[in-house]
């Protein structure tokens, strides 16, 4: 059997910590590894990290890590023993046969990637599930965008992160982007399944509203894509950026729109207008276009609303 490492960065996160860790106990596959990099917690997380690092010996602790997130992610990779990885955030967590799948198709199947599909828990408490196609697809359709392979629901080949030097960058703000969609740009094949092998909580997602932390997402998400299609361009990979910034980098803006309070909103979807309109207009949104628009929609109401007041 080939192990699977299965990598989960934690700070404060004693909630649901419990939970991610027993799904990946309760994996019908075996052969895994858990490395939990607790990043300076103040709540319970460390007491439930050593509780379950006695029970079973593939757990496996890192406390007090000298890098801060998002550069405990490569701690965890550079300490990982397994021929796959998968990177599990430690409120959300794993389906059963996650791994037995995915080993499975990676195996058999000549591909490098193997991807779920998931279901996201809103903060609201209702569920959505992104149900894909099963088959393999070329990288060029998951840089297309038509199916989300990240954290928590795709699992890669180590030797192919360590021949490119895949890691993560030190902008914490879209640092999955540049990593996952780095590593989609150096493989061929991927295999996309319909079983719904990851939940992604997002219970306890705040609305932002501080100004600079705003500006802080937004620029160090165009730092992020900046450097990646800098890391491309060296190993001549022009296909695969033009991809990415037709389709993923306008994704990547409206998802933080998502998060921006209504007062900075608008602004914000008038900076980035040249982005995301092309990107709506043109077609290019695969997957829940509705709320992609919704986005939008809700970033213009409110001037709406205060235009007819004026008018008044």
């Given at each position: 059997?080939?192990?699977?490492?299965?990598?989960?960065?934690?700070?404060?996160k004693g909630k649901w910590l419990e939970k991610s860790i027993n799904s990946v106990l309760n994996q019908t596959y075996d052969d895994w590894?858990?490395?939990?990099?607790?990043?300076?917690?103040?709540?319970?997380?460390?007491?439930?990290?050593?509780?379950?690092?006695?029970?079973?010996?593939?757990?496996?602790?890192?406390?007090?890590?000298?890098?801060?997130?998002?550069?405990?992610?490569?701690?965890?990779?550079?300490?990982?023993?397994?021929?796959?990885?998968?990177?599990?955030?430690?409120?959300?967590?794993?389906?059963?046969?996650?791994?037995?799948?995915?080993?499975?198709?990676?195996?058999?199947?000549?591909?490098?990637?193997?991807?779920?599909?998931?279901?996201?828990?809103?903060?609201?408490?209702?569920?959505?599930?992104?149900?894909?196609?099963?088959?393999?697809?070329?990288?060029?359709?998951?840089?297309?965008?038509?199916?989300?392979?990240?954290?928590?629901?795709?699992?890669?080949?180590?030797?192919?992160?360590?021949?490119?030097?895949?890691?993560?960058?030190?902008?914490?703000?879209?640092?999955?982007?540049?990593?996952?969609f780095f590593y989609e740009s150096v493989i061929d094949k991927v295999f996309v399944d319909d079983y719904i092998g990851f939940i992604n909580?997002?219970?306890?997602?705040?609305?932002?509203?501080?100004?600079?932390?705003?500006?802080?997402?937004?620029?160090?998400?165009?730092?992020?894509?900046?450097?990646?299609?800098?890391?491309?361009?060296?190993?001549?990979?022009?296909?695969?950026?033009?991809?990415?910034?037709?389709?993923?980098?306008?994704?990547?803006?409206?998802?933080?729109?998502?998060?921006?309070?209504?007062?900075?909103?608008?602004?914000?979807?008038?900076?980035?207008?040249?982005?995301?309109?092309?990107?709506?207009?043109?077609?290019?949104?695969?997957?829940?276009?509705?709320?992609?628009?919704?986005?939008?929609?809700?970033?213009?109401?409110?001037?709406?609303?205060?235009?007819?007041?004026?008018?008044?």
């Amino acid at each position: 059997m080939v192990k699977v490492s299965v990598i989960m960065p934690n700070k404060n996160k004693g909630k649901w910590l419990e939970k991610s860790i027993n799904s990946v106990l309760n994996q019908t596959y075996d052969d895994w590894e858990l490395i939990i990099i607790d990043d300076y917690s103040t709540d319970n997380s460390k007491e439930i990290i050593r509780r379950f690092m006695e029970q079973d010996d593939r757990i496996i602790g890192i406390f007090n890590p000298d890098k801060p997130f998002p550069l405990t992610r490569n701690i965890g990779l550079e300490r990982a023993s397994g021929e796959y990885v998968l990177f599990l955030d430690s409120d959300d967590w794993i389906n059963e046969k996650m791994l037995e799948n995915a080993v499975n198709h990676l195996e058999n199947d000549d591909v490098d990637m193997y991807i779920s599909s998931y279901r996201v828990i809103r903060s609201n408490g209702s569920t959505k599930d992104f149900v894909y196609n099963r088959g393999v697809y070329s990288h060029f359709d998951v840089l297309k965008g038509k199916f989300r392979g990240g954290i928590g629901n795709s699992v890669l080949k180590k030797k192919i992160l360590d021949r490119y030097n895949i890691r993560y960058p030190p902008y914490i703000y879209s640092e999955d982007s540049y990593f996952y969609f780095f590593y989609e740009s150096v493989i061929d094949k991927v295999f996309v399944d319909d079983y719904i092998g990851f939940i992604n909580n997002r219970m306890g997602s705040n609305v932002v509203t501080n100004k600079k932390v705003l500006k802080e997402k937004f620029t160090q998400t165009e730092n992020n894509y900046k450097l990646l299609f800098s890391q491309l361009e060296k190993i001549g990979k022009t296909a695969e950026i033009s991809l990415i910034k037709k389709y993923q980098y306008p994704i990547s803006i409206l998802i933080y729109l998502d998060f921006v309070d209504r007062k900075h909103k608008f602004l914000y979807l008038l900076k980035y207008s040249k982005v995301i309109f092309p990107f709506l207009i043109l077609g290019r949104a695969n997957g829940d276009v509705l709320w992609l628009w919704s986005i939008v929609i809700d970033s213009i109401i409110p001037v709406k609303w205060f235009i007819r007041r004026v008018m008044r």
